[in-house]
């Protein structure tokens, strides 16, 4: 069965940590860019980092560049999101979706995410409150 599945959601404190992962079944990671997104309610899917698997280019959202780090582990078929000094606006139901792109640094590209992002996890929440 082709799935992505997240974890690492959870309670923090503002300014604290938290690393989300993004664990792969039925296929290999390594051959596809992974976009980590977050939703809160009333507001849409929100594309906050992004990297890329021709050459592991990353991209991150304003709000979140210099906080946050998307990287791989091909051994563990995972993709992680550290965020670091979290903010209660980071507050959200964090997902992760693949895209088969093996030779683009589809990271680097301005429509990175208005392309078909595929094999949506279920989502983990992340709560950033004292």
């Known amino acids: 069965q082709v799935q992505l599945v997240e974890s690492g959601g959870g309670l923090v404190q503002p300014g604290g940590s938290r690393r989300l992962s993004c664990g792969a079944s039925g296929f290999a990671l390594e051959h596809y860019a992974v976009g980590w997104f977050r939703q809160t309610p009333g507001t849409g899917r929100e594309g906050v980092a992004c990297i890329s698997a021709s050459d592991d280019s990353t991209y991150y959202v304003d709000s979140v560049q210099g906080r946050f780090t998307i990287f791989r582990d091909n051994a563990a078929n995972t993709v992680y999101l550290q965020m670091n000094s979290l903010k209660s606006e980071d507050t959200a139901v964090y997902y992760c979706?693949?895209?088969?792109?093996?030779?683009?640094?589809?990271?680097?590209?301005?429509?990175?995410?208005?392309?078909?992002?595929?094999?949506w996890g279920q989502g983990t929440r992340v709560t950033v409150s004292s």
């Open positions: 979706a693949a895209l088969w792109a093996p030779y683009r640094a589809i990271c680097r590209s301005d429509n990175r995410w208005s392309r078909m992002w595929e094999n």
